[in-house]
């Protein structure tokens, strides 16, 4: 099973950027991957994904804003997020994408956007 490890969150003002990464305990070159966030009070909803060539979706709502990628030699999975608001304040996961299986949730790295 692999094993998922969330980090690069913390506390920013409006306006400002964060890089998250995510490394995987064993290869997932052949997935899907995503990011997905919750927020409190809030069902976890996705964010961006990328499948195996590269193929990359985003959610409406950060669509010009934010940047995932992958290096399946590291077996890691970034998220770069730009001109950060206030709503983006969340805990973000990466999880395998799509409406199949799931790895085990990590624990998620903290973003807190506020002035």
């Known amino acids: 099973q692999v094993q998922l490890v969330e980090s690069g969150g913390g506390l920013v003002q409006p306006g400002g950027s964060l890089r998250l990464s995510c490394a995987a305990s064993?290869?997932?070159?052949?997935?899907?991957m995503a990011w997905y966030r919750q927020a409190p009070g809030k069902q976890r909803e996705l964010v961006a994904q990328?499948?195996?060539?590269?193929?990359?979706d985003y959610a409406e709502f950060v669509k010009g804003r934010f940047t995932i990628s992958r290096d399946n030699a590291k077996d890691t999975v970034y998220l770069q997020m730009n001109s950060l608001e206030p709503e983006d304040t969340a805990v973000y996961y990466c999880?395998?994408?799509?409406?199949?299986?799931?790895?085990?949730w990590g624990q998620g790295t903290q973003v807190t956007i506020s002035s």
């Open positions: 999880n395998r994408g799509g409406d199949g299986l799931k790895f085990r």
């Open positions: 990328i499948n195996w060539l590269d193929k990359k």
């Open positions: 064993g290869s997932i070159r052949s997935y899907t």
